[in-house]
């Protein structure tokens, strides 16, 4: 959707995406930072916030728009909302011609791709979504039907901005839902790693 602002006798030209498959990583990242460090009473900030990020329209000139305009994009907003972005697991994703393929066996892999799992879902991940995308997709190195192979996992900045440049919503969203399963099972792991390790703690004081 094209809108158009006139702010001081000058018009510009924005875009508010229709549905969350059209938004880019970049943005979907800040549009959730706007929804959770918003307070909840501050409703109007975060409809400034929101429209901002959405749109790239400046927040100093959203707030000097009318409110009916502010309605009407709000309005807007919450058709965007929703809409159901794409929830199958992409296996292989182009950016820019390469091809990046989704961890193939997730059981066969390393000790170092784990801890970096972890600790971007432990970390917050609607932040760190495009370093989590990162470790879990990787330039496909050979391909034969629906199998494929990836590069060896070596930590990359740069394919993390990569991703949160170009990617959109439609391309990462079922690796998000399966990863947000990931993280709470990893939670739960954690939590009765914990447990087992002051039960055996308990245990061995009993003995001493």
Not at 45 to 70: A, F, H, S, W, Y
Request: proline share 4%; charged share 30%.
């Amino acid at each position: 959707m094209d809108i158009l602002i006139n702010n001081a006798g000058k018009e510009s030209k924005y875009t508010l995406p229709e549905t969350w498959n059209e938004v880019p990583l970049d943005t979907y990242m800040k549009t959730q930072e706007a929804l959770h460090e918003t307070k909840e009473e501050e409703q109007t900030e975060q409809i400034v916030n929101l429209v901002n990020c959405l749109t790239g329209i400046p927040k100093d000139t959203v707030r000097k728009l009318q409110l009916k305009q502010i309605k009407e994009l709000h309005n807007e907003i919450a058709n965007l909302v929703k809409t159901k972005p794409e929830e199958e697991l992409k296996f292989i994703v182009n950016i820019k011609g390469i091809d990046y393929g989704f961890i193939p066996d997730l059981s066969e892999i390393s000790i170092g791709e784990f801890a970096d799992i972890e600790h971007h879902i432990k970390d917050n991940p609607n932040y760190n979504l495009h370093k989590l995308l990162s470790v879990l997709y990787r330039p496909v190195t050979d391909s034969e039907g629906d199998k494929y192979s990836i590069e060896p996992y070596e930590p990359s900045d740069e394919r993390a901005e990569l991703f949160k440049e170009n990617m959109k919503v439609e391309d990462f969203n079922g690796a998000s839902v399966f990863f947000s399963d990931l993280g709470r099972q990893l939670l739960i792991h954690t939590a009765q790693s914990l447990v087992a390790q002051k039960q055996k703690k308990k245990q061995l004081q009993e003995v001493s």
